[in-house]
């Protein structure tokens, strides 16, 4: 088992909002195909992948979580999805065997 170092805050936050920005143009991109006149699936419960949005410069860990479990990420302001050996110094919201829902433990309500 390897550890996370995390970085600074400032870079902890760049990267993170990174990793959301990558994820948010992964889950367009399957939302692009599900839209088209050829698909005949339902895409409730297919699986996305995305990265873990911990934000450390050491993780290249994969999550996976349906559309509607990612809306409901990102309808929190600041919530992230991060893979569950990832969890440790965040507010866990919800969690699940392939990703927890957090937002980072110094959030303000």
Same mark, same amino acid.
Do not use: K, W
């Given at each position: $088992?390897?550890?996370?170092? $995390?970085? &600074?805050? @400032? /870079?902890?936050?760049?990267? @993170?909002?990174? *990793?959301?920005?990558?994820? /948010?143009?992964?889950?367009?991109?399957? %939302?692009? &195909? !599900? %839209? &088209?006149?050829?698909?005949?699936?339902?895409?409730?419960?297919?699986?996305?992948?995305? =990265?873990? +949005?911990?934000?450390?410069?050491?993780?290249? +860990?994969?999550?996976? *979580?349906?559309?509607? +479990?990612?809306?409901?990420?990102?309808?929190?302001?600041?919530? *992230? %999805?991060? %893979?569950?050996?990832? =969890? !440790?110094? !965040? @507010?866990?919201?919800?969690?699940?065997?392939? !990703?927890?829902?957090? +937002?980072?433990?110094?959030?303000?309500?």
């Amino acid at each position: $088992m390897s550890t996370i170092t $995390m970085p &600074a805050t @400032r /870079e902890t936050r760049s990267r @993170r909002d990174d *990793l959301v920005d990558r994820n /948010e143009l992964v889950v367009a991109d399957y %939302a692009d &195909a !599900f %839209a &088209a006149p050829a698909f005949a699936g339902d895409p409730l419960g297919e699986l996305i992948a995305c =990265r873990c +949005e911990c934000g450390s410069f050491g993780c290249s +860990e994969q999550i996976t *979580l349906t559309f509607d +479990e990612y809306e409901t990420v990102r309808s929190h302001a600041g919530s *992230l %999805a991060v %893979a569950p050996a990832h =969890r !440790f110094g !965040f @507010r866990s919201l919800t969690a699940s065997v392939r !990703f927890h829902h957090v +937002e980072p433990a110094d959030a303000q309500y």
